[in-house]
């Protein structure tokens, strides 16, 4: 059964314009939400995170969205660069029931093209 | 450099082996886990400390996995009696947990471990 799930297992984006990536979640107990990119051979890299009291955070050129009816998040990067290329790894956590262990989606892999 | 360090980054080993891998959290951090990735997936809990406690273990973490922090700084995992399935790469993330709100995990490069 998967929790977290991202559909999209890539995007292709131009410099300068917005990158969407989105997440899909199921078990209404997750209350801390977070993105991390992933180059390779490296470990994931934590970006920006949210609660789910809040519905929008932001940092710098990321935004992340929580809406929490549909258990849906997304991430924005505006404006998208060449080194914004890698894998995004959305993840959730159930702080209060569960401790913060992470169950992460499978990735989306971002290009972006000069 | 202060962060997340990992040891080896990468091992090989032949089937029916035990390998040790080594963690060294952020100095500060009392929350370590460890994390399995394998290819085209996304990292899956395995086991997590609190100081020196083992306060979950993932159903993943079959009985030839065993995981230590001694001294609540670093960590080990061992896996006995290696196999073919156990080729992936496995991750150790550390954080500061001290209330109810959520605090991000930081991850090391993980070991690669193939298992020939």
């Known amino acids: 059964d998967q929790q977290v799930k991202q559909n999209s297992p890539s995007l292709s984006v131009q410099e300068g314009r917005i990158s969407i990536l989105n997440c899909d979640y199921t078990n209404s107990m997750f209350d801390y939400f977070l993105w991390y990119k992933k180059y390779p051979a490296e470990g994931p890299t934590f970006l920006i995170s949210?609660?789910?009291?809040?519905d929008k955070n932001e940092d710098g050129r990321f935004t992340v969205f929580l809406n929490k009816s549909a258990k849906h998040l997304s991430l924005h990067i505006v404006p998208s660069q060449p080194g914004d290329s890698a894998v995004y790894f959305c993840?959730?956590?159930?702080?209060?029931?569960?401790?913060?262990?992470?169950?992460f989606g499978g990735g989306t892999r971002v290009l972006v093209k000069p | 450099d202060t962060g997340v360090s990992q040891n080896p980054r990468h091992k090989i080993t032949k089937r029916g082996q035990n390998v040790t891998f080594r963690c060294d959290p952020i100095?500060?951090?009392?929350?370590l886990y460890w994390y399995r990735q394998t290819l085209g997936q996304g990292p899956e809990f395995l086991t997590y400390f609190q100081n020196e406690a083992q306060l979950e273990k993932s159903r993943l973490l079959s009985d030839r996995f065993s995981a230590e922090r001694p001294k609540g700084s670093f960590s080990t995992l061992e896996i006995q009696r290696t196999e073919q399935g156990d080729s992936a790469m496995y991750l150790c993330?550390?954080?500061?947990?001290?209330?109810?709100?959520?605090?991000?995990?930081?991850f090391g490069d993980g070991t690669r471990l193939s298992i020939l």
């Open positions: 949210i609660s789910s009291i809040k």
């Open positions: 993330a550390s954080s500061f947990e001290g209330g109810s709100t959520g605090q991000p995990q930081h």
């Open positions: 993840a959730a956590s159930a702080i209060k029931a569960a401790g913060n262990k992470l169950t």
């Open positions: 100095s500060e951090h009392n929350r």
